[in-house]
């Protein structure tokens, strides 16, 4: 029976930390109007998406750790081209959430970079959620990032988007049972016909109402445009707390204390 549990959750879930990223269908973005937007990168191949929310830290998918030391690029649209716009910095520190133990549940990590993002125009932080309430189903959120346009397809060297729905949690609670957890993650659907997230596309943001609301996590393995299956995002206002507590030092002061104690 553990075999099979183990089986089908290999079936199902979607965890791409090194693989190519992007968005089905949607549209390119126009250039560097989403400036908070990352791209992973190991050894010059985007990765994983994340989020710039402090000039020294990006916010992402644990699962985007891999096996290579990450490069963080900002100020990008055309991820190989060398835009004068980009900026690329390394990872000093990574901080996986600490209860992160698999590839799917409490799935957000911290890069804090080696040296302070220079903030311009192509370049910008974007603000944490204030409040962790309840996110409505039917609200209309834009996902983005680079890669794969479809399943198994080339990936995109521009930046794309497309608008997705949210959902109702006892409906993605239906379908992904004990790997939906309704208090930290958030699920979606599409707006249109075959939109929306895909493999790799870990790390990056969904925005709804011009915040970012969840990180992207994990959707149905090697058919990402099934519309039976949601895809489903880290709710950041659920990690904020723990978000901040790294980027104010606390936490390591805290793990420390209790290493020495």
């Known amino acids: 029976m553990i075999l099979y549990q183990l089986l089908f959750l290999l079936q199902l879930l979607s965890v791409s930390g090194a693989s190519e990223s992007s968005i089905v269908g949607g549209k390119e973005s126009k250039p560097?109007?989403?400036?908070?937007?990352?791209?992973?990168?190991?050894?010059?191949?985007?990765?994983?998406g994340g989020l710039l929310i402090r000039k020294d830290f990006v916010l992402t998918s644990?699962?985007?750790?891999?096996?290579?030391?990450?490069?963080?690029?900002?100020?990008?649209?055309?991820?190989?081209?060398e835009e004068k716009s980009q900026q690329r910095i390394p990872v000093a520190d990574y901080h996986a959430h600490p209860k992160y133990t698999n590839k799917y549940d409490y799935d957000v990590m911290l890069?804090?970079?080696?040296?302070?993002a220079v903030l311009d125009r192509s370049v910008k932080t974007i603000g944490?959620?204030?409040?962790?309430?309840?996110?409505?189903?039917?609200?209309?959120?834009?996902?983005?990032?680079w890669g794969m346009t479809a399943p198994q397809m080339n990936s995109s060297n521009?930046?794309?988007?497309?608008?997705?729905?949210t959902q109702f949690n006892f409906e993605c609670k239906n379908i992904w049972s004990e790997y939906f957890y309704g208090d930290h993650m958030i699920c979606t659907h599409s707006a249109k016909k075959k939109a929306g997230i895909c493999q790799g596309d870990s790390g990056g943001p969904l925005i709804c109402n011009g915040k970012p609301q969840g990180i992207t996590?994990?959707?149905?393995?090697?058919?990402?445009?099934?519309?039976?299956?949601?895809?489903v995002f880290m709710k950041i206002a659920f990690f904020?707390?723990?978000?901040?507590?790294?980027?104010?030092?606390?936490?390591?002061?805290?793990?420390?204390?209790?290493e020495e104690g």
Request: one cysteine or more; a positive charge.
């Open 128 to 145: 944490l959620p204030k409040k962790n309430g309840q996110i409505a189903a039917n609200i209309k959120c834009i996902v983005a990032g």
């Open 32 to 48: 560097h109007s989403r400036p908070y937007m990352v791209s992973l990168q190991i050894d010059g191949r985007h990765v994983c």
């Open 158 to 165: 521009v930046l794309r988007e497309a608008t997705v729905l």
């Open 111 to 116: 890069l804090k970079l080696e040296t302070n």
């Open 62 to 81: 644990a699962h985007c750790r891999g096996s290579g030391k990450l490069m963080v690029v900002l100020g990008a649209h055309h991820i190989n081209k």
């Open 240 to 258: 904020a707390p723990w978000i901040r507590s790294v980027m104010e030092g606390k936490e390591r002061v805290a793990q420390v204390t209790a």
């Open 217 to 231: 996590s994990y959707h149905k393995a090697n058919d990402c445009d099934n519309p039976n299956f949601p895809h």
